[in-house]
């Protein structure tokens, strides 16, 4: 009746007969004039929407309870504009980035990624913008103490109500424990290798030493022989150190053997290898020029109750260590 121009407006009306139940119309107003043209009231004319507003109800519940859903669910949960800008932050990346969602809405994706996976991730997104199957796919996100976090996603297109796509939601699963399994395996399978390695180059080292001198007498041909034959009981040792770590990784208890050791006889021993070991890239002996093993335990010690493979693996491991690193020195120095 202000003469402005009509709009629509919702109004409830309950039903006088039933309190509980009311209807939704959609009213317009339009003004009604005398016929010298003054307003003298208004015309509202309406329409049924009770069973529209209904399904849009429920449909607003639904797509709420599915944002309540991807909110809490226990798996990250983002999704990104056509920008690549961050529309969606569910609670479990709040967690683990510690970047809450209002400070991520609106911000680039690679503000949160590393560098390695900025490319992986725009490539997988092109895919699902233009309708392709993508893969799924790893990225590394980065918290706020600068930790990786590992996850793998598979990204989907989403759809607006006029079906266009809007952006693409990636949902996926942590992995960071599972790629530091794999980094410890290899570790493993390097120290493995190693371990295997040093007493075999000891066996080649004093076969070749027995084949190319035929002036060897008894004892000498004795002492190499016993040493080879202690190379090969290390080799055992180390398989079944091997499963002794099988065993540790399913009850975490470690069995260590109680064996009465004497060191005289072990750091005799690993000399007698250490002297006669080879390298295995090039079969030069490991004992560089310049570089000399000294035994000055002449007497025998104290027996002690310890683990006899342990102990060699030790002593081995620290004299081939200095032998390594000395050869290295001498040669620097001469080259200087």
């Known amino acids: 009746m202000d003469e402005l121009e009509p709009n629509v407006v919702e109004m409830n009306f309950k039903d006088v007969n039933d309190q509980t139940r009311e209807s939704v119309m959609a009213i317009s107003a339009t003004c009604l004039r005398t016929g010298s043209g003054n307003v003298r009231g208004a015309v509202c004319i309406g329409q049924d929407i009770s069973a529209i507003t209904s399904e849009r109800r429920r449909a607003q519940r639904l797509a709420d309870g599915l944002n309540r859903l991807i909110v809490s669910a226990n798996a990250p949960i983002?999704?990104?504009?056509?920008?690549?800008?961050?529309?969606?932050?569910?609670?479990?990346?709040?967690?683990?980035?510690?970047?809450?969602r209002d400070s991520t809405?609106?911000?680039?994706?690679?503000?949160v990624l590393s560098p390695g996976s900025k490319?992986?991730?725009?490539?997988?997104?092109?895919?699902?913008?233009?309708?392709?199957?993508?893969?799924?796919?790893?990225?590394?996100?980065?918290?706020?103490?600068?930790?990786?976090?590992?996850l793998l996603l598979t990204a989907t297109p989403c759809v607006a109500v006029s079906g266009e796509i809007s952006g693409a939601i990636c949902i996926g699963q942590?992995?960071?424990?599972?790629?530091?399994?794999?980094?410890?395996?290899?570790?493993?399978?390097a120290m493995v290798s190693h371990e295997?390695?040093?007493p075999l180059h000891g066996i080649l080292g004093l076969?070749?030493?027995?084949?190319?001198?035929?002036?060897?007498?008894?004892?000498?041909?004795g002492t190499s022989l016993s040493a080879m034959y202690s190379c090969a009981n290390r080799l055992l040792d180390m398989v079944a150190?091997?499963?002794?770590?099988?065993?540790?990784?399913?009850?975490?208890?470690?069995?260590?053997?109680?064996?009465?050791?004497?060191?005289?006889?072990?750091i005799q021993e690993v000399v007698t290898l250490c002297l006669s070991a080879t390298s295995g890239k090039d079969g030069q002996p490991m004992l560089r020029p310049g570089v000399q093993i000294i035994n000055n335990v002449k007497e025998p010690l104290p027996i002690i109750?310890?683990?006899?493979?342990?102990?060699?693996?030790?002593?081995?491991?620290l004299i081939t260590n200095a032998m390594k690193h000395l050869g290295i020195a001498f040669q620097e120095k001469d080259q200087q």
């Not at 997988?124 to 103490?145: G, H, S």
């Not at 942590?174 to 290899?186: C, S």
């Not at 109750?305 to 491991?317: F, G, I, K, S």
């Open 241 to 266: 150190n091997i499963m002794d770590t099988s065993v540790l990784v399913n009850d975490k208890k470690m069995r260590m053997s109680k064996d009465p050791v004497q060191m005289k006889d072990i």
């Open 305 to 317: 109750e310890a683990d006899a493979y342990r102990c060699t693996q030790l002593v081995y491991n």
């Open 78 to 100: 983002f999704q990104v504009d056509l920008s690549d800008n961050i529309v969606i932050w569910n609670k479990w990346l709040e967690n683990a980035t510690g970047l809450s």
């Open 105 to 111: 809405l609106g911000c680039h994706i690679s503000e």
């Open 196 to 198: 295997l390695k040093s």
């Open 207 to 221: 076969c070749s030493s027995l084949m190319g001198d035929t002036n060897l007498d008894a004892s000498r041909v």
């Open 119 to 150: 490319k992986k991730f725009q490539d997988a997104c092109r895919k699902v913008l233009n309708y392709c199957d993508a893969e799924r796919f790893e990225v590394n996100l980065v918290n706020q103490e600068d930790q990786k976090i590992t």
């Open 174 to 189: 942590d992995i960071t424990r599972l790629k530091d399994l794999d980094e410890r395996k290899a570790s493993m399978m």
